[in-house]
């Protein structure tokens, strides 16, 4: 982390968990905890048919809430989307973009990335954009220039202007879900890899802005130290999101000076 220049935030994602009736349940107990001085942003990124509830019920809470996905499109005949204008509409703040289950299960390009990427910003939202290796690219020892290629991907045609709202998510694909957590050295050195690439494409002032998170089974025993790396902004979590302890916890782990 580096609060000089750049936010930290802490985001949860719930992929497809918790019925309304659960959100409410979370949000009761979490929210007696949000008690102390924060250093860190807080978000919760939600089903689409939670959202509004939970704008309501964290609105006095300092947590924003975020969509797990959006359409590239900002209306027209795409049944079953749901538009980045929508989203901005009813007071979502960020929107996770090309997170691994979504380029796995529902052919996410990194075309399409960058088109979603474009429209959440045309929006007002900001796109929590996922890169990130899998266990084969690893061991082949391609991780770096991936994770090039999908970050310039992304970037295409997006202005130094409104790169300062993206947020950067490096999450190995080998580590979402499966309780393998890369060391913190390994997660510095991708995420401090994104930032000489944003670097070189528009300059060390927006490079050093810009929130960088790494994602992949973090919780409260290893947020510490992945969160004490210097290029490492904050997390996307996912597991440990679920539970209001476990995730207070990993925001108190963000506050370390
Ligand atoms: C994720 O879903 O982005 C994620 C990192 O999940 P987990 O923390 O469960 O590995």
């Given at each position: 982390?580096?609060?000089?220049?750049?936010?930290?935030?802490?985001?949860?994602?719930?992929?497809?968990?918790?019925?309304?009736?659960?959100?409410?349940?979370?949000?009761?107990?979490?929210?007696?905890?949000?008690?102390?001085?924060?250093?860190?942003?807080?978000?919760?990124?939600?089903?689409?048919?939670?959202?509004?509830?939970?704008?309501?019920?964290?609105?006095?809470?300092?947590?924003?809430?975020?969509a797990e996905n959006c359409h590239y499109e900002s209306s027209g005949a795409y049944t079953g989307e749901?538009?980045?204008?929508?989203?901005?509409?009813?007071?979502?703040?960020?929107?996770?973009?090309?997170?691994?289950?979504?380029?796995?299960?529902?052919?996410?390009?990194?075309?399409?990335?960058?088109?979603?990427?474009?429209?959440?910003?045309?929006?007002?939202?900001?796109?929590?954009?996922?890169?990130?290796?899998?266990?084969?690219?690893?061991?082949?020892?391609?991780?770096?220039?991936?994770?090039?290629?999908?970050?310039?991907?992304?970037?295409?045609?997006?202005?130094?202007?409104?790169?300062?709202?993206?947020?950067?998510?490096?999450?190995?694909?080998?580590?979402?879900?499966?309780?393998?957590?890369?060391?913190s050295q390994e997660a510095q050195d991708v995420c401090e890899f994104i930032r000489s690439i944003i670097?070189?494409?528009?300059?060390?002032?927006?490079?050093?802005?810009?929130?960088?998170?790494?994602?992949?089974?973090?919780?409260?025993?290893?947020?510490?130290?992945?969160?004490?790396?210097?290029?490492?902004?904050?997390?996307?979590?996912?597991?440990?999101?679920?539970k209001p302890d476990q995730f207070m916890e990993i925001i108190n782990a963000a506050n370390q000076d």
């Amino acid at each position: 982390m580096n609060r000089r220049y750049r936010k930290t935030i802490i985001a949860g994602n719930w992929k497809m968990n918790k019925t309304l009736t659960e959100t409410k349940a979370f949000a009761e107990e979490f929210k007696p905890l949000l008690n102390r001085p924060r250093w860190c942003d807080v978000v919760l990124c939600v089903p689409f048919v939670n959202l509004q509830a939970a704008i309501r019920l964290f609105k006095d809470s300092k947590v924003s809430i975020a969509a797990e996905n959006c359409h590239y499109e900002s209306s027209g005949a795409y049944t079953g989307e749901v538009s980045a204008e929508m989203l901005k509409d009813i007071g979502v703040k960020y929107v996770i973009i090309g997170h691994s289950e979504r380029r796995q299960y529902y052919n996410e390009t990194d075309f399409t990335v960058n088109k979603k990427v474009r429209a959440a910003l045309d929006a007002g939202l900001r796109p929590i954009i996922c890169v990130g290796e899998s266990l084969e690219q690893r061991e082949l020892g391609v991780t770096m220039e991936l994770i090039a290629y999908q970050v310039k991907c992304a970037l295409s045609g997006v202005s130094a202007e409104k790169v300062r709202h993206v947020v950067f998510a490096y999450e190995p694909i080998w580590a979402i879900g499966t309780g393998k957590t890369a060391t913190s050295q390994e997660a510095q050195d991708v995420c401090e890899f994104i930032r000489s690439i944003i670097r070189k494409l528009y300059g060390a002032r927006v490079a050093r802005a810009v929130t960088i998170q790494y994602g992949g089974s973090m919780n409260p025993k290893n947020a510490f130290e992945l969160l004490g790396q210097p290029d490492v902004d904050g997390g996307l979590i996912g597991g440990a999101s679920l539970k209001p302890d476990q995730f207070m916890e990993i925001i108190n782990a963000a506050n370390q000076d």
